[in-house]
C-alpha cells in the first residue's frame, strides 16, 4: 500500500530525515501562502511516472501557481486525479541521488540500493548498487561503505549516505514498511542532503498492528467504488490494467505466471487480480466476479486456480453457485489444479463447465475469445 508524497514525507521528518518545507493546497482553497518562488507544484497521487507525466509544474508567481493547481485538478494520472497537492521550495541542486530500504526475496529481508544518479530516469540508467541485509540488525556500516565505494567517490557523502540507509532501515522495520524510496536525494550547493521526493509502500498485512496502516486501508475502501470496496474487503489484491482478458487467480506467483502467459499467446490482462481464498474459504469469489463482470473493458474471464490447502472441489462448487448468480454473459475460462482435482470434472458436469489440463490450453482459448468478442 503506498502512500502519498506528502505523508511519506511527514513520516520521514519525524524519524530526523531532511525534507523541504512544503505547502499544501486542497482544491477550492484560497492561494497558499508558500516561503518563497519558485516553488514545484505536485500531484499527489499514489501512481508512478507522475513526473513525465507533467504531474509537476514550477509556479514563479503566485498567478503561476494558481494556473498550475487548476491544470493539476483537473488532469488524471494512472486513472488517479489528485485530491490535494504538494507546494515544495525549488531548491538548488548540486547533485541527484538514489538511495532506497526495500524489502528482496533474495536477501531474505531488506536490501539497500544507492544510486549516484538519481531522477525520473532513473530506470533507464546503470542499476543502482545492490547491500543486501536480510534482518535489520544484520546491517553493518562496514559492509554497505564497501558497496558504496564501487560506485560513489565521495567520501564523506558515502559516510552521510551510510547513516541515512541505516536509518531508512530502522523506519522500515518498526513501522511495517515494505519500501522508503528516496528519489531524488538532492545534495543542494550548501552540501545539505534532503528528500526532495520520498516513496512509502507499507505492508497491507501489517493493518492489525499498525494504526496508521490500518487507517490506510480504511481510506483506500472509501475510495473506492462499490463492487472495489468488496473486493478489497476479502482481501484480494486488485491492479486494474488496460487489457481485456481479466484474471482470477490464487497466489502472487501464480497470478503473474498467467498474466505473462496471456501476454505470450498474444492477449492482453485486464487486472491483476489475486483471489487467495485460503485452504476454507471461497466467499471472495463472488465480489470479484461481480467486479470484473461490471468492467466494460473485460471481455473474458480466466480463472486459475492452484491449491495444496485449498481444496479443488470446494472452488468447482463455489464456481458453480457463482455462474448461476452471473446476469452477465462474458465467457469464463477454467483451469483449476491440486487437491481433489478429480471431483472437479463431476461437478463442472452439472453446469456446462470445462476444467482445463493446462494452464495453456486455457490461456489459449482466452485469448481466442477475447478476439471474437
Given at each position: ?76 494520472f494512472g486513472d488517479e486525479k ?68 564501487t560506485v560513489e567517490k565521495d ?188 471431483q472437479v470434472p463431476a461437478i ?26
Amino acid at each position: 500500500m503506498m502512500i502519498l508524497e506528502h505523508e511519506a514525507k511527514a513520516l520521514l521528518r519525524s524519524v530526523g530525515v531532511a525534507v523541504p518545507k512544503g505547502t499544501l493546497i486542497k482544491p477550492g482553497a484560497r492561494a497558499p501562502r508558500v516561503l518563497g518562488y519558485p516553488v514545484a507544484v505536485k500531484a499527489q497521487v499514489r501512481s508512478g511516472g507522475r513526473g513525465k507525466q507533467g504531474g509537476v509544474i514550477r509556479a514563479n508567481n503566485a498567478a503561476a501557481l494558481k494556473a498550475a493547481a487548476r491544470k493539476l485538478f483537473s488532469t488524471s494520472f494512472g486513472d488517479e486525479k489528485p485530491e490535494v497537492l504538494l507546494a515544495d521550495p525549488w531548491l538548488p541542486i548540486d547533485r541527484e541521488l538514489y538511495l532506497s530500504v526495500t524489502i528482496d526475496g533474495a536477501a531474505e529481508g531488506y536490501v539497500v540500493l544507492y544510486s549516484p544518479q538519481g531522477g525520473i530516469d532513473i530506470e533507464s540508467g546503470v542499476p543502482p548498487a545492490r547491500y543486501p541485509i536480510g534482518a535489520p540488525w544484520k546491517f553493518r556500516a562496514h559492509e554497505l561503505r564497501a558497496v558504496l565505494e564501487t560506485v560513489e567517490k565521495d567520501f564523506q557523502l558515502r559516510e552521510r549516505v551510510i547513516f541515512l540507509a541505516q536509518r531508512l532501515l530502522e523506519t522500515a522495520a518498526a513501522r511495517d514498511c515494505h519500501t522508503i524510496e528516496i528519489n531524488p536525494l538532492a545534495r543542494l550547493k550548501d552540501g545539505e542532503l534532503i528528500a526532495l521526493d520520498a516513496k512509502i509502500v507499507y505492508d497491507d498485512w501489517a493493518h492489525y498492528r499498525n494504526a496508521d496502516i490500518l487507517a490506510q486501508r480504511e481510506g483506500e475502501l472509501r475510495r473506492a467504488d462499490a463492487l472495489q470496496r468488496a473486493s478489497l474487503a476479502m482481501g484480494h489484491m486488485y491492479v486494474k490494467l488496460d487489457g481485456d482478458i481479466a484474471l482470477i487467480s490464487g497466489g502472487a506467483g501464480m497470478t503473474m505466471g498467467a498474466m505473462d502467459m496471456i501476454k505470450a499467446y498474444g492477449g492482453k490482462p485486464a487486472c491483476f487480480l489475486d483471489a487467495s481464498p485460503g485452504p476454507t474459504s471461497t466467499r471472495g469469489y463472488k465480489p470479484a466476479f461481480a467486479m470484473l463482470d461490471a468492467d466494460p473493458t473485460v471481455k473474458v474471464i480466466l480463472v486459475s486456480v492452484f491449491g495444496g490447502g485449498t481444496h479443488m472441489n470446494r472452488v468447482a462448487r463455489s464456481m458453480k453457485e457463482n455462474m448461476a448468480m452471473r446476469k452477465s454473459k462474458k465467457p469464463v475460462v477454467f483451469r483449476l489444479d491440486g487437491t481433489y482435482v478429480d471431483q472437479v470434472p463431476a461437478i463442472f458436469d452439472t453446469f456446462g463447465a470445462k476444467n482445463h489440463a493446462s494452464l495453456e490450453t486455457a490461456v489459449k482459448e482466452a485469448v481466442k475469445l477475447a478476439r471474437a468478442a
